[in-house]
């Protein structure tokens, strides 16, 4: 199992341009995450999904939509990115009950200038 | 949302064992005790997990107190691979989101 995979590894886009990133697992989890961690931090949540077709709102979701037409599939995207969103982005999985952990990608290394 | 409080960092000798605790004084009966640790330029790795009653796993324990107003992790024998952030976070057993705080940055000394 390639678990949680995260595409690209690394970008730097200029200010008002827009990417999507891609998260996939193979793991048949229910539940799906994006959290960004700024330097020197802890990660925060921006968006998450309990299921295929579904997505909610984390602590920071301004600036972001995600999409999850697949269940293996998550995808975080920035419409005019912003030299705030200069970040490393990190993609989780789980299964649905709190007593499983999540697992997590390699993260996106994003330089906004 | 129920927080935690760890200390910002910690150090520990190589082969020593190593405790790190968390506060979470306003858990909740269903929240679960998670700690995960981030090695350096790495996505976080889950680590032990609990309800109530202490845990062994291959990595570590996990030590509950009673009130469960507060937990410990042990790391028996730190290693120089064990040199990372360590966060403790509750997760309710009916909402999805995870909040990580800050953690315990954790230098191991040769």
């Known amino acids: 199992n390639a678990g949680v995979t995260q595409t690209p590894k690394f970008r730097v886009l200029k200010t008002g341009q827009s990417m999507t990133l891609l998260c996939a697992q193979d793991m048949n989890h229910e539940y799906m995450y994006w959290y960004r961690q700024d330097p020197g931090m802890g990660l925060r949540l921006i968006h998450y999904s309990v299921g295929e077709g579904t997505t909610a709102k984390g602590e920071v979701p301004d600036g972001y939509n995600v999409s999850r037409l697949k269940k293996q599939n998550f995808l975080l995207g920035l419409e005019s990115a912003a030299p705030s969103q200069t970040s490393v982005y990190f993609c989780?999985?789980?299964?649905?009950?709190?007593?499983?952990?999540?697992?997590f990608g390699p993260g996106t290394r994003l330089t906004v200038t | 949302d129920a927080k935690t409080t760890q200390p910002n960092s910690m150090e520990s000798n190589e082969e020593e064992p190593v405790h790190l605790p968390c506060n979470h004084s306003t858990i909740s009966g269903t929240d679960y005790i998670h700690w995960y640790r981030q090695l350096p330029s790495q996505g976080p790795e889950y680590v032990i997990h609990g309800l109530t009653s202490n845990v062994n796993n291959r990595m570590a324990s996990l030590a509950i107190a009673e009130d469960r107003k507060s937990s410990t992790l042990i790391l028996h024998r730190a290693t120089l691979r064990d040199a990372a952030v360590y966060y403790c976070i509750l997760r309710p057993y009916n909402f999805n989101k995870f909040y990580f705080g800050s953690g315990t940055k954790l230098n191991v000394k040769p």
């Open positions: 989780a999985s789980s299964y649905s009950s709190a007593e499983y952990e999540q697992y």
